[in-house]
């Protein structure tokens, strides 16, 4: 028998209360899948697909996390044993076999690649690599500009909507009309959501 067991969850809240912890560990590594359970707690309706949240239960406590909303790929967390990832990789070849892509650490995308091919899944590559950066401290500038923090109001929105495409552009390396559509659809969101400041 084996020492780990995943969980897959239906209830958002119990999902963020089972794994909070676990994620919190390492918050900069898991800022992508803080980011998306802050949607599917706040705003339901949002991902309507066939969701896709599961933990992984060692003896010891939480060992993985792994979070899909369709069409987006599978974010996968830090996890604590190879054992993790190929448990999910099982989990998830029979929960939602024909998945597209994965975003997580390159380790743990080497294991869940290895573990998915075993499982007769097709071999994975490499499309983009990206680095997260964590903030440590904070360096207070000799001269420091003039101005304050502010949340963004409506003169603030076409610049907010410029910054979000040229965001999606840079980091994500589209430039077509629907990433810049889809940025512009995030952030008139967030404005209305008093959630963007300047």
């Known amino acids: 028998m084996s020492d780990v067991l995943v969980e897959r969850f239906t209830e958002v809240p119990r999902f963020v209360r089972t794994v909070e912890r676990y994620l919190l560990a390492n918050e900069a590594a898991h800022n992508l899948i803080f980011g998306v ?31 899909r909303t369709p069409p987006y790929p599978l974010a996968l967390s830090r996890m604590a044993s190879p054992k993790a990832t190929v448990a999910l990789a ?19 995308a080497g294991d869940f690649l290895r ?14 690599r990206q680095r997260i950066y964590a903030l440590t401290r904070v360096v207070p500038p000799l001269w420091p500009p003039e ?25 994500f390396q589209d430039a077509s009309s629907k990433g810049a559509r889809r940025a512009r ?4 969101r967030k404005l209305s959501q008093h959630e963007m400041y300047v």
């Open 37 to 67: 359970l802050d949607s599917l707690l706040r705003e339901p309706g949002r991902y309507t697909g066939d969701n896709y949240l599961a933990a992984v239960h060692a003896p010891n406590g939480i060992s993985g996390v792994a979070l």
């Open 90 to 108: 099982e989990h998830i070849r029979e929960a939602q076999p024909g998945l597209p892509s994965i975003l997580t650490a390159p380790e743990v």
């Open 115 to 128: 573990a998915w091919a075993k499982l007769g899944g097709p071999e994975g590559s490499v499309k983009r």
């Open 147 to 171: 101005g304050w923090f502010r949340p963004a109001d409506s003169a603030d929105h076409e610049l907010v909507l410029h910054w979000a495409e040229g965001f999606q552009r840079d980091a």
């Open 185 to 188: 659809e995030l952030m008139t």
